[in-house]
């Protein structure tokens, strides 16, 4: 059997997140006592910061039975210039998985084709698959699923929109995005769900969030991006979920944010620790979606 990467969201069919999402339910409501990963290593390249990436994948590994090795880019060859191409064939000679966090989207696809394990995308500057992963099922514990639903975006077209943008094309609903004039999404992605579902992009935050179900946003300034911030500033001033705005959403609806957050930039305090807010919920999730992505990818789980 070919190995499995799952570098976007399109990597996997709507049936295949199904299944995932069965399982990291499943693996959630537990006592989950099967042990795919026993025995198994996965390998962790960060050459960004990560709380939330590290600790779910390394504590996820440990509870299917493997093990996770932190390898920061200051610590190995990578950091001194080593190709991917040469470190992608060495590791394949000694883990089971790679989760990598780097910054161009272009590496991790090089890392993809000279590995010969299964590698998984824990962010790059193009897209944050396993984030949305996360994202969508606890829209699918919150808000009833996401079918007929709309999701609204608040802020930078950036990694994270992607892959929503890539969830909204693969499972169909409808997301509306609202970013300043020249933060917007990328474009073949944009086109890819538009092919697919209903999206827009609107500079007008209200009608972005007029009836939607889940109300979704991001910092200004990305890892990466710490040079650009006093221009982020400005551009993005306005940009913030306050509680005038989750009013005009449906009366049900959630708020999400990746994490980490900027209280006073992107959101109001009052709606980050708000009735509405489901970001811990959120943020557990990355440990139960990654756990059955890991069984399905590594461990040859099918659901
Ligand atoms: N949301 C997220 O990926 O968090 P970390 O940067 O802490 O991993
Ligand atoms: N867009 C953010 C997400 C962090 C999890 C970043 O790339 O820094």
């Not at 989760?99 to 696809?109: G, L, N, P």
């Not at 514990?141 to 094309?169: Q, Y």
């Not at 769900?193 to 609107?202: F, M, N, Q």
Request: with cysteine; glycine share 8%; hydrophobic share 40%.
């Amino acid at each position: 059997m070919p190995k499995r990467d799952f570098l976007a969201i399109p990597d996997f069919s709507k049936d295949q997140i199904l299944q995932l999402f069965e399982l990291a339910q499943r693996m959630k409501r537990g006592p989950y006592r099967d042990r795919p990963l026993a025995g198994k290593t996965l390998a962790m390249i960060f050459t960004k910061s990560s709380t939330r990436t590290r600790v779910s994948f390394e504590v996820g590994a440990y509870q299917l039975g493997g093990h996770a090795l932190f390898l920061s880019s200051r610590d190995i060859q990578i950091g001194r210039g080593e190709p991917i191409k040469d470190t992608a064939r060495v590791l394949s000679r000694y883990v089971d998985g790679i989760m990598i966090r780097t910054f161009a989207h272009s590496d991790v696809e090089e890392l993809a084709r000279y590995a010969t394990v299964p590698v998984i995308n824990g962010l790059t500057d193009l897209l944050h698959p396993c984030q949305v992963l996360a994202d969508v099922l606890t829209m699918r514990e919150h808000v009833g699923g996401w079918e007929g639903k709309t999701v609204a975006w608040i802020g930078d077209g950036n990694n994270v929109a992607n892959s929503w943008l890539n969830a909204a094309g693969v499972l169909g609903f409808e997301l509306r995005l609202a970013c300043p004039e020249g933060y917007e999404p990328n474009r073949t992605i944009f086109d890819f769900a538009k092919a697919r579902t209903k999206v827009s992009i609107t500079e007008d935050l209200e009608s972005a969030v007029r009836g939607a179900h889940v109300v979704n946003t991001d910092v200004w300034a990305s890892m990466g991006q710490e040079g650009e911030t006093e221009q982020r500033m400005l551009a993005f001033k306005g940009y913030q979920v306050s509680p005038e705005l989750m009013r005009l959403a449906d009366p049900k609806a959630i708020f999400l944010h990746c994490l980490p957050a900027h209280r006073g930039e992107e959101v109001a305090e009052s709606v980050f620790e708000g009735k509405q807010s489901r970001v811990f919920d959120q943020a557990e999730n990355r440990l139960h979606v990654q756990k059955a992505l890991m069984a399905m990818v590594m461990g040859g789980t099918q659901e």
